[in-house]
Protein backbone atom coordinates (compact mmCIF):
# COMPACT_ATOMS: atom_id res chain seq x y z
CA UNK A 1 0.00 0.00 0.00
CA UNK A 2 1.36 3.34 -1.11
CA UNK A 3 2.04 5.99 1.63
CA UNK A 4 -0.44 7.84 1.26
CA UNK A 5 -2.87 5.25 1.80
CA UNK A 6 -2.01 4.08 4.92
CA UNK A 7 -3.26 4.53 8.13
CA UNK A 8 -1.50 2.98 11.52
CA UNK A 9 -3.23 3.52 14.64
CA UNK A 10 -1.38 3.13 18.16
CA UNK A 11 -2.70 2.98 21.64
CA UNK A 12 -5.86 2.05 21.07
CA UNK A 13 -7.34 1.05 24.22
CA UNK A 14 -9.15 3.51 25.48
CA UNK A 15 -12.84 3.13 23.85
CA UNK A 16 -12.59 6.86 22.67
CA UNK A 17 -9.92 7.32 20.95
CA UNK A 18 -6.14 6.34 19.78
CA UNK A 19 -3.06 7.59 21.49
CA UNK A 20 -1.52 7.98 18.13
CA UNK A 21 -2.86 7.98 14.63
CA UNK A 22 -0.32 8.32 11.59
CA UNK A 23 -1.61 9.25 7.98
CA UNK A 24 0.19 10.05 4.62
CA UNK A 25 3.68 10.95 7.02
CA UNK A 26 2.05 12.86 9.12
CA UNK A 27 1.60 12.32 13.02
CA UNK A 28 -1.37 13.21 15.20
CA UNK A 29 -1.40 12.67 18.73
CA UNK A 30 -4.46 12.81 21.45
CA UNK A 31 -4.44 15.87 23.77
CA UNK A 32 -2.27 15.16 26.83
CA UNK A 33 -3.29 16.20 30.50
CA UNK A 34 -1.50 15.57 34.01
CA UNK A 35 -3.06 15.51 36.90
CA UNK A 36 0.09 14.48 39.23
CA UNK A 37 1.21 17.94 40.28
CA UNK A 38 -1.30 21.09 41.38
CA UNK A 39 1.17 23.83 39.19
CA UNK A 40 1.00 25.02 35.89
CA UNK A 41 4.68 24.74 35.54
CA UNK A 42 4.28 21.21 36.88
CA UNK A 43 1.58 19.77 34.59
CA UNK A 44 2.60 21.52 31.38
CA UNK A 45 6.81 19.89 32.23
CA UNK A 46 4.43 16.37 32.59
CA UNK A 47 2.29 16.46 29.79
CA UNK A 48 5.56 17.95 27.45
CA UNK A 49 7.34 14.88 28.57
CA UNK A 50 4.21 12.71 27.67
CA UNK A 51 4.17 14.08 24.25
CA UNK A 52 7.66 13.29 23.23
CA UNK A 53 7.25 9.62 24.86
CA UNK A 54 4.12 9.50 22.04
CA UNK A 55 6.13 11.21 19.18
CA UNK A 56 9.15 8.46 19.90
CA UNK A 57 6.67 5.85 20.74
CA UNK A 58 5.51 7.06 16.76
CA UNK A 59 9.24 7.49 15.35
CA UNK A 60 9.37 11.16 15.17
CA UNK A 61 10.22 13.93 17.31
CA UNK A 62 9.58 17.54 18.98
CA UNK A 63 12.01 18.41 15.73
CA UNK A 64 9.23 17.70 13.06
CA UNK A 65 6.22 19.60 15.20
CA UNK A 66 3.82 21.61 12.87
CA UNK A 67 1.05 22.35 14.45
CA UNK A 68 0.50 22.70 18.77
CA UNK A 69 -2.85 23.14 20.50
CA UNK A 70 -2.74 24.40 23.95
CA UNK A 71 -5.38 25.01 26.40
CA UNK A 72 -4.99 26.65 29.58
CA UNK A 73 -7.68 26.39 32.30
CA UNK A 74 -7.11 30.52 33.22
CA UNK A 75 -5.44 32.12 30.69
CA UNK A 76 -3.99 35.19 32.79
CA UNK A 77 -2.74 33.05 35.79
CA UNK A 78 -1.41 30.34 33.64
CA UNK A 79 0.15 31.76 30.17
CA UNK A 80 3.21 32.87 31.74
CA UNK A 81 4.39 29.84 33.42
CA UNK A 82 2.89 27.14 30.74
CA UNK A 83 5.38 29.76 28.30
CA UNK A 84 8.34 29.57 30.49
CA UNK A 85 8.11 25.53 30.06
CA UNK A 86 7.16 25.68 26.61
CA UNK A 87 9.73 27.96 25.80
CA UNK A 88 12.45 25.94 27.20
CA UNK A 89 11.38 22.68 25.59
CA UNK A 90 10.48 23.67 22.31
CA UNK A 91 13.08 22.95 19.28
CA UNK A 92 14.15 26.89 19.04
CA UNK A 93 15.07 25.86 15.40
CA UNK A 94 12.40 23.92 14.12
CA UNK A 95 9.18 25.75 16.26
CA UNK A 96 5.55 25.23 15.58
CA UNK A 97 2.82 27.24 14.25
CA UNK A 98 1.09 27.01 17.93
CA UNK A 99 -2.47 28.07 19.74
CA UNK A 100 -3.16 28.90 22.86
CA UNK A 101 -6.56 29.45 24.79
CA UNK A 102 -8.51 29.85 27.90
CA UNK A 103 -10.56 26.54 27.86
CA UNK A 104 -13.03 24.80 30.51
CA UNK A 105 -11.24 21.43 31.25
CA UNK A 106 -12.35 17.91 32.33
CA UNK A 107 -11.26 17.76 35.39
CA UNK A 108 -11.04 20.15 38.42
CA UNK A 109 -7.43 19.90 38.84
CA UNK A 110 -6.13 19.95 34.99
CA UNK A 111 -4.42 23.62 34.04
CA UNK A 112 -2.91 22.51 30.55
CA UNK A 113 -3.43 20.24 27.85
CA UNK A 114 -1.35 19.94 24.91
CA UNK A 115 -2.38 18.19 21.39
CA UNK A 116 0.17 18.46 18.06
CA UNK A 117 0.85 17.45 14.57
CA UNK A 118 3.65 15.97 13.55
CA UNK A 119 5.84 15.26 10.36
CA UNK A 120 6.92 11.67 10.67
CA UNK A 121 10.56 11.26 10.32
Known amino acids: TPLCMTTTRMGTDDP???????????????GQ?????TDIQGQTQNVLAKVDDL???AGTSK?????ASIWVKDINRDFKGMNEVW????????????????ANMAREQLLV???VTCAAK
Not at 16 to 30: A, C, E, L, Q, T
Not at 87 to 102: A, I, L
Open 33 to 37: TDATT
Open 87 to 102: NKWVDPENKPVRFCVE
Open 63 to 67: SNILT
Open 113 to 115: EVQ
Open 16 to 30: RMSKIVIHNGVVYIS
Open 55 to 57: LSE
